[in-house]
């Protein structure tokens, strides 16, 4: 099942991320964060944290500590992150897994 939800802060001061933090959880446990229409991240079902976007800013970084203390893992410095390699999304990868995971729901 794929389930797709605005990211609510609870570890933060501030109410609302407004519509711009986006969850997206898959079957196998999978957590992809996309913040401001960009997949920033995600945080596989091992608990491994990949970083997909090669930016930064003070917004989406709320947004992506917000998503990493949801999931038990500490928030990152401004340094942290930009030392986090970036991997690029594996289009073949991501399609297997969408197409196994469409096909599990359709079964």
């Known amino acids: 099942m794929i389930k797709t939800y605005l990211l609510k802060p609870e570890n933060s001061s501030v109410k609302s991320f407004y519509g711009k933090a986006i969850v997206t959880v898959y079957s196998d446990g999978t957590a992809d ?3 401001y229409e960009t997949t920033v991240c995600r945080i596989s079902a ?8 090669n930016g930064y800013s003070a917004t989406t970084a709320r947004h992506i500590n ?3 203390m949801q999931h ?3 928030a990152l410095t ?3 992150w930009l030392e986090i390699p970036v991997t690029e999304q594996n289009m073949v990868t991501e399609l297997i897994r969408l197409q196994s995971e469409y096909n599990r729901l359709t079964a």
Request: glycine content about 10%.
């Open 66 to 68: 917000e998503f990493r």
């Open 33 to 35: 964060l996309k913040s």
């Open 46 to 53: 091992t608990g491994e944290f990949i970083r997909f976007w």
């Open 72 to 74: 038990g893992l500490t």
């Open 78 to 80: 401004k340094k942290e």
